[in-house]
């Protein structure tokens, strides 16, 4: 028997398929304990625990625990840009922005896993897998410098502008949007509940407006 997998579309057997949601469900695992606890403050007993599975079944799939961690920072990083692409595709300008900022919030405050990983293990060099961190990173900024450009060639067409930005000022800018909308989503689930998403997104509007 065979059945379709959620990722590709493609048909797989049904061992396959097993295999797959295992893995699957061993990086949630891994995610949900390193945003809860920290990588170094989390065990393979810990992950395979929460995973459901036994300890041999995380060394299977992923061979250490320092490979497993690589994988959670990557698709962490490659979960929002997909979030980024999928929010401005129908969009261009300060539209596209404004919308990859809502979606944003939305997907930090729905998966704030996610939002703290990419905080606190993105930037770690000193763990194993650092060499990758540069892989992950341009994942994750790509599609908003992207963005940012738009803004700016809008902006610069409307004569709003005649300012020439580097790639470099853009990437800047791109992080700059990245890291205040991850503490604005945590800020606000932990500090401010009552507010809504929208309310803060106005808010980040208002102060990126000036920054692209």
Request: overall charge neutral.
């Given at each position: 028997?065979?059945?379709?997998?959620?990722?590709?579309?493609?048909?797989?057997?049904?061992?396959?398929?097993?295999?797959?949601?295992?893995?699957?469900?061993?990086?949630?695992?891994?995610?949900?304990?390193?945003?809860?606890?920290?990588?170094?403050?989390?065990?393979?007993?810990?992950?395979?625990?929460?995973?459901?599975?036994?300890?041999?079944?995380?060394?299977?799939?992923?061979?250490?625990?320092?490979?497993?961690?690589?994988?959670?920072?990557?698709?962490?990083?490659?979960?929002?840009?997909?979030?980024?692409?999928?929010?401005?595709?129908?969009?261009?300008?300060?539209?596209?922005?404004?919308?990859?900022?809502?979606?944003?919030?939305?997907?930090?405050?729905?998966?704030?896993?996610?939002?703290?990983v990419?905080?606190?293990?993105?930037?770690?060099?000193?763990?194993?897998?650092?060499?990758?961190?540069?892989?992950a990173?341009?994942?994750?900024?790509?599609?908003?410098?992207?963005?940012?450009?738009?803004?700016?060639?809008?902006?610069?067409?409307?004569?709003?502008?005649?300012?020439?930005?580097?790639?470099?000022?853009?990437?800047?800018?791109?992080?700059?949007?990245?890291?205040?909308?991850?503490?604005?989503?945590?800020?606000?689930?932990?500090?401010?509940?009552?507010?809504?998403?929208?309310?803060v997104?106005?808010?980040?509007?208002?102060?990126?407006?000036?920054?692209?």
């Open positions: 028997m065979s059945v379709t997998s959620p990722r590709d579309g493609t048909r797989t057997d049904g061992r396959t398929a097993r295999r797959v949601a295992t893995r699957e469900r061993v990086i949630a695992a891994g995610l949900e304990l390193f945003a809860e606890r920290g990588y170094s403050a989390t065990s393979v007993d810990d992950i395979a625990e929460r995973a459901g599975v036994s300890k041999g079944t995380v060394f299977y799939n992923f061979g250490s625990k320092q490979r497993l961690g690589a994988v959670v920072v990557r698709e962490s990083a490659d979960r929002i840009a997909a979030v980024v692409a999928a929010a401005r595709a129908p969009l261009e300008g300060w539209e596209a922005l404004s919308a990859i900022v809502l979606a944003l919030l939305r997907a930090f405050d729905t998966d704030p896993a996610t939002c703290q990419l905080l606190t293990e993105l930037f770690r060099n000193e763990r194993p897998w650092h060499a990758e961190l540069p892989a990173r341009a994942a994750l900024i790509a599609p908003v410098v992207a963005v940012i450009r738009g803004v700016h060639e809008e902006r610069f067409a409307a004569g709003r502008t005649q300012a020439q930005p580097s790639d470099e000022h853009f990437e800047m800018i791109a992080v700059a949007i990245l890291g205040a909308l991850a503490f604005s989503a945590l800020d606000r689930a932990t500090f401010h509940p009552q507010r809504s998403i929208e309310d997104q106005t808010a980040l509007m208002v102060t990126i407006s000036g920054l692209a």
